[in-house]
């Protein structure tokens, strides 16, 4: 794996497979300075590919952690609303044993309505 870090930050400026030679390197370098950087700033480089899972992990912004945790921190609330507002099996089960009328047949269609409503939107309304 060859890639391009940025020296003053050691960021990842770019990565790609292959190539074994300074010719290679260069791609990435002329891509970088093509991009605005200055050769100076840039360091191209080739690593095992198993360590740029690490580099790409080290080299994101403060926007990005926000962002990746932002979303952990929805998924968590979703999950946290459906264990507060599903009923169990069980109590869904009495609820179907229980319709006596259309009305009863209605309201238990509703509900069911309403969950997958909030499935297929990704929200409660």
Do not use: C
């Not at 292959?18 to 360091?43: M, P, S």
């Not at 109590?91 to 269609?109: C, G, Q, S, Y």
């Amino acid at each position: 794996m060859r890639i391009l870090i940025e020296k003053s930050t050691g960021r990842l400026i770019e990565s790609q497979s292959g190539g074994e030679t300074q010719e290679h390197l260069d791609t990435l370098i002329q891509n970088a300075i093509n991009a605005g950087y200055r050769e100076i700033d840039i360091d191209a480089k080739f690593i095992p590919n198993e360590d740029l899972a690490a580099l790409i992990e080290a080299s994101k912004t403060p926007e990005q952690l926000a962002a990746e945790q932002a979303k952990i921190d929805s998924l968590a609330a979703k999950a946290q609303a459906f264990i507060d507002n599903l009923h169990s099996r069980a109590a869904v089960h009495n609820a179907v044993n229980n319709i006596a009328n259309l009305a009863d047949a209605k309201a238990f269609l509703l509900k069911l309505a309403d969950v997958v409503y909030w499935l297929a939107k990704d929200k409660a309304d």
